[in-house]
C-alpha cells in the first residue's frame, strides 16, 4: 500500500513571502497521481494543484506550483507571495491508477501560518 | 452551485446510539465517498461506492455501514456509536472517468460521541 508523509506539522511564513510545503510518498508504481488540497479554518476541502506522473513539467496554478521529483518520489508544494488566506492546513495525496474506486491516500498535513 | 452536501453539520450522541450521515451530490459523479479526519491526521477512507447499488471497504470501515440506493446520494450510518468514531466525516464525488478527475468534498460533519 502506498503511503504520503509530510514531514513538517507546522511551517510559518510572512506575508508576501515564499514558502515550500514537502511531501514524501512510498510506491512501487510508475503511473500515477498526486494532489495538494487546503483546508482553511471553515473546514472545507479545496483543491489546490494536481499533478500527472508521466508528465515531467511541473504542474503551476496562479501562486501555486509544484516540484515533482519521481525518482526521489518527492513531491513539495510552493507559494509565492504568500497571502494572509492562504492560512490553512494543506494535504499532499496520491491517488494509484490501479485501484477501482480512484481512491486517495492523504499525508498528515502541515498547518501553514501566514504572519502579516 | 450545491457540489457535495452534507448533513447533519454538527451532532452529539451518547455511546451505543445510532445515527446516518447524509451525502447528497448534484453533479452526476459515479463515485463516491466517505472519509473521517482525526485531529493531527489526514483524511482516512472508510467505504466508497463506484455507482448507485454497489459499495466497497476502504480503510478503516469497522463499526460503519453505507449505502448507494440513488446515484446521488451515499449514507453513512453509525449502529450503534462508540467514543473511538468521534471524528469530523467528509463525504466526496468524484467523475471516475480519467483518474486526474479530482475529488469534491462537502463541509464534514463533527460528531461527537459521549
Known amino acids: 500500500a502506498q503511503t504520503v508523509t509530510q514531514s513538517q506539522p507546522e511551517m510559518s511564513v510572512q506575508e508576501a513571502e515564499t514558502v515550500t510545503l514537502s511531501c514524501t510518498y512510498d510506491t512501487s508504481e510508475s503511473d500515477y497521481y498526486l494532489f495538494w488540497y487546503k483546508q482553511p479554518p471553515s473546514r472545507q476541502m479545496i483543491l489546490v494543484i494536481r499533478q500527472e506522473a508521466y508528465k515531467q513539467q511541473n504542474a503551476t496554478e496562479n501562486r501555486f506550483s509544484v516540484n515533482f521529483q519521481k525518482a526521489a518520489k518527492s513531491f513539495s508544494l510552493k507559494i509565492s507571495d504568500s497571502q494572509l488566506g492562504d492560512a490553512a492546513m494543506y494535504f499532499c495525496?496520491?491517488?494509484?491508477?490501479?485501484?477501482?474506486?480512484?481512491?486517495?491516500?492523504f499525508g498528515g498535513g502541515t498547518r501553514l501560518m501566514v504572519k502579516p | 452551485n450545491a457540489g457535495v452536501t452534507q448533513t447533519p453539520k454538527f451532532r452529539v450522541l451518547k455511546t451505543g446510539q445510532s445515527m446516518t450521515l447524509l451525502c447528497a451530490q448534484d453533479?452526476?459523479?459515479?463515485?463516491m465517498y466517505w472519509y473521517r479526519q482525526d485531529p493531527g491526521m489526514g483524511l482516512r477512507l472508510i467505504h466508497y461506492s463506484v455507482g448507485e447499488g454497489t459499495t466497497a471497504k476502504g480503510e478503516v470501515p469497522d463499526g460503519y455501514n453505507v449505502s448507494r440506493l440513488k446515484k446521488q446520494n451515499f449514507l453513512l450510518g453509525l449502529e450503534s456509536a462508540a467514543p473511538s468514531q468521534t471524528s469530523v466525516y467528509f463525504c466526496?464525488?468524484?467523475?471516475?472517468?480519467?483518474?486526474?478527475?479530482?475529488?469534491?468534498f462537502g463541509d464534514g460533519t463533527r460528531l461527537s460521541i459521549l
Open positions: 466526496a464525488s468524484s467523475s471516475g472517468g480519467t483518474r486526474n478527475q479530482p475529488q469534491h
Open positions: 453533479m452526476n459523479h459515479e463515485y
Open positions: 495525496a496520491y491517488r494509484s491508477p490501479q485501484n477501482a474506486g480512484n481512491m486517495l491516500t
